[in-house]
């Protein structure tokens, strides 16, 4: 960071970036506008074509019995993916087709279902016939993932699973099938007359907050963590644009990131440092990757650059849960106050905190943080520590936990992130 820094900024925009149909890849898996053609609806980008390198196979065999629990393996033989989208469907719909999916799925660590119910031209009546991701599969990706699907009770006719699969947010491959599995012959479908095409009137809506609670431990009497808000009246993920908390857990220290980016992708920080000019500190990250995913790092800056920690970008991070949703980026984590690391600080020790972000850029999933800071900045007036607990908004000063906006007086003067 430049010598002539002394603060790092913190602006943070609003902006949905959706259109009527489509949304970014988002942590939290496939939406329900995809239940029927089965595309993830990553905004502006269109499947490959055949299967790629994964396969969809089931323990069901020729055929299924009716209420019977069997198992779903989605395989790749090269590539590692990151999502998927999944049903049981008709056999006699052509791939590319719409149908309402049939039988119910288990979740598990990391899968979720997606309420297909009330999607339009689906005449389906079970919330639980569709499966996705509801987080990064395997942080990283994973080449193989199984999970368990159970058969109809009645006859459905002949079935084939069908599975999306996500690559990253510009590659993936929609409606791989597996095998057909017979059944009984399933009744005659009842034919519908479409209704007309009208266009409903503009509605406004509330976005539902990311994280409900996430400020109720510096709020409680007597709070049982540290919180730092913007603006300083607002009371949670519904209506801050940043938020950083911490709290000791045990032997370290539970670190929460969030905020409102201004763009589809960027990064939110908190740095810790041992004065009040940046440079040579340490660094705990929210970045967006390249695929539109939230990914929590742990870094330090060497001089005027953020590098990543020699032993990788998760080094001494658990417990870690991200979640990306439209505009809002959110990351909490754990980290030991004591890593025995050289390059970690002694998190029991007292720091200046400095709060920064950035509404543009990528950086990849493993590398530093991109960009540049270019706006006033925002820092704790003095020293914290992590055993500091309460509410902080920013709007004093003069005391331990409290924070001071201050002018930049030197324009143009920006904290370099190289990107990886």
Not at 28 to 34: D, F, R
Not at 283 to 309: E, M, S
Request: charged share 10%; hydrophobic share 35%; proline share 7%.
């Amino acid at each position: 960071m430049a010598i002539q820094l002394q603060f790092v900024a913190v602006v943070l925009v609003i902006v949905f970036l959706t259109s009527s149909i489509s949304v970014e890849a988002r942590n939290t898996g496939a939406p329900a506008a995809a239940c029927g053609n089965m595309v993830p609806q990553h905004s502006g980008v269109t499947a490959q074509s055949g299967d790629g390198p994964y396969t969809v196979t089931t323990n069901i065999g020729a055929s299924y019995n009716l209420s019977t629990t069997y198992t779903v393996t989605v395989q790749s033989s090269g590539a590692v993916f990151i999502g998927i989208f999944c049903q049981a469907r008709s056999s006699s719909v052509t791939r590319g087709g719409t149908t309402p999916g049939v039988g119910t799925f288990t979740t598990a660590a990391g899968l979720r279902h997606v309420d297909c119910v009330s999607q339009p031209g689906l005449t389906g009546t079970n919330p639980m016939a569709a499966i996705t991701h509801s987080s990064r599969l395997g942080g990283t990706g994973v080449t193989t993932l199984s999970f368990d699907w159970t058969s109809p009770s009645t006859s459905a006719g002949d079935l084939v699973m069908r599975c999306s699969v996500v690559q990253a947010f510009a590659t993936f491959y929609t409606q791989i099938p597996s095998a057909v599995f017979t059944g009984p012959p399933a009744p005659p479908a009842p034919t519908t007359t479409p209704a007309p095409t009208t266009t409903p009137p503009p509605v406004t809506t509330t976005q539902p907050p990311l994280v409900p609670g996430i400020l109720d431990g510096c709020l409680a009497s007597p709070p049982t963590q540290f919180c730092f808000r913007q603006p300083p009246t607002c009371t949670g993920t519904s209506d801050c644009t940043y938020i950083y908390t911490h709290r000791i857990a045990g032997a370290n220290l539970a670190v929460e990131l969030f905020a409102r980016l201004g763009t589809a992708t960027g990064w939110v920080a908190v740095g810790y440092s041992t004065d009040s000019i940046m440079g040579n500190d340490d660094v705990l990250a929210c970045d967006v990757d390249p695929a539109g995913y939230a990914v929590a790092k742990n870094l330090r800056n060497v001089g005027r650059t953020n590098v990543v920690h020699t032993g990788g970008v998760s080094a001494n991070l658990s417990n870690v849960v991200t979640n990306r949703t439209d505009n809002q980026v959110y990351c909490s984590f754990e980290r030991p106050l004591v890593t025995g690391s050289p390059e970690d600080f002694d998190l029991r020790e007292p720091y200046t905190y400095f709060y920064g972000t950035r509404t543009a850029g990528t950086a990849a999933a493993t590398g530093p943080l991109s960009g540049q800071h270019r706006t006033n900045p925002l820092i704790s007036a003095e020293k914290v520590r992590a055993s500091s607990v309460g509410s902080n908004s920013g709007t004093s000063s003069g005391c331990t936990q409290c924070l001071q906006l201050v002018l930049a007086m030197l324009l143009f003067s920006f904290l370099s992130f190289i990107s990886a």
